[in-house]
T-cell receptor, first 115, second 112 residues
Framework: AQKITQTQPGMFVQEKEAVTLDCTYDTSDQSYGLFWYKQPSSGEMIFLIY??????QNATEGRYSLNFQKARKSANLVISASQLGDSAMYFC????????????FGKGTTLSVSS | DAGITQSPRYKITETGRQVTLMCHQTWSHSYMFWYRQDLGHGLRLIYY???????DKGEVPDGYVVSRSKTENFPLTLESATRSQTSVYFCASSEFTGDGYTFGSGTRLTVV
C-alpha cells in the first residue's frame, strides 16, 4: 500500500520569496511516480510536476521544482519567486508503475502568498 | 468539446434517494477514476476502471456503485444517499498507468 504524508496544513510566504512544500511517502514498490497538483479556490485540479522513481535528475517545470530524495522517501515541491496566484491548496500524490493502480493523494497543504 | 466533463456541477438530494454523477471523457483514455474530496482528508479514491467493463474498488467504495459499459463514460451512483456522502466528487482519466491525470471540474453534492 502507498501513503503520502503532507505535514504542513498551511504555509505563508511573501511575494517573490521561495517556498518549499513538504511531502513524504511510503511504498514498497520499486517503480513509481510522484505528482504534485494545485487546486486554486476555483476548485479545479491542475497538474504541476512529475518525478519518476528512477529519474536521476530532479524534475523542473518553470518556477516549480521537485526536491526528490529517494533514500528519505521525500518529494518536496519548491516554488521559486512566489506570486499571488500561487495561493492555493497543493497535493502530493504517488502511483506505482503497474497496471491496476491509482493515484493516492496526501491531505494537502494550503499556501497563502501575500504582497 | 474535448476534455473530461462532469455533470451536474451542483446537486442537492435527500437522504435515501439514489443519485448518479456523470463523467464523460473525449480522449478514449483507458483509465478513469472517481475521488471524493473532504476537508481534512484530501482526495480519497472511491472506484477506478482500467478499461470498459473493468472496475475496482478504491479506499472508500461503500455506498457507491460504478459501471463502465463504454470507454468514455464512467458514472458514479449513490444507491441510497447519506449525509456522510456530502462531498465534492472528482472524476479523472489517464491513458497509461504511469501518467498523471486530467480531472473534471468536480460535482458538489449535498445530501440533506
Amino acid at each position: 500500500a502507498q501513503k503520502i504524508t503532507q505535514t504542513q496544513p498551511g504555509m505563508f510566504v511573501q511575494e517573490k520569496e521561495a517556498v518549499t512544500l513538504d511531502c513524504t511517502y511510503d511504498t514498497s514498490d520499486q517503480s513509481y511516480g510522484l505528482f504534485w497538483y494545485k487546486q486554486p479556490s476555483s476548485g479545479e485540479m491542475i497538474f504541476l510536476i512529475y518525478q519518476g522513481s528512477y529519474d536521476e535528475q530532479n524534475a523542473t517545470e518553470g518556477r516549480y521544482s521537485l526536491n526528490f530524495q529517494k533514500a528519505r522517501k521525500s518529494a518536496n515541491l519548491v516554488i521559486s519567486a512566489s506570486q499571488l496566484g500561487d495561493s492555493a491548496m497543493y497535493f502530493c500524490a504517488i502511483r506505482p508503475n503497474q497496471a491496476g493502480t491509482a493515484l493516492i493523494f496526501g491531505k494537502g497543504t494550503t499556501l497563502s502568498v501575500s504582497s | 468539446d474535448a476534455g473530461i466533463t462532469q455533470s451536474p456541477r451542483y446537486k442537492i438530494t435527500e437522504t435515501g434517494r439514489q443519485v448518479t454523477l456523470m463523467c464523460h471523457q473525449t480522449w478514449s483514455h483507458s483509465y478513469m477514476f472517481w475521488y471524493r474530496q473532504d476537508l481534512g482528508h484530501g482526495l480519497r479514491l472511491i472506484y477506478y476502471s482500467a478499461a470498459a467493463d473493468i472496475t475496482d474498488k478504491g479506499e472508500v467504495p461503500d455506498g457507491y456503485v460504478v459501471s463502465r459499459s463504454k470507454t468514455e463514460n464512467f458514472p458514479l451512483t449513490l444507491e441510497s444517499a447519506t449525509r456522510s456522502q456530502t462531498s465534492v466528487y472528482f472524476c479523472a482519466s489517464s491513458e497509461f498507468t504511469g501518467d498523471g491525470y486530467t480531472f473534471g471540474s468536480g460535482t458538489r453534492l449535498t445530501v440533506v
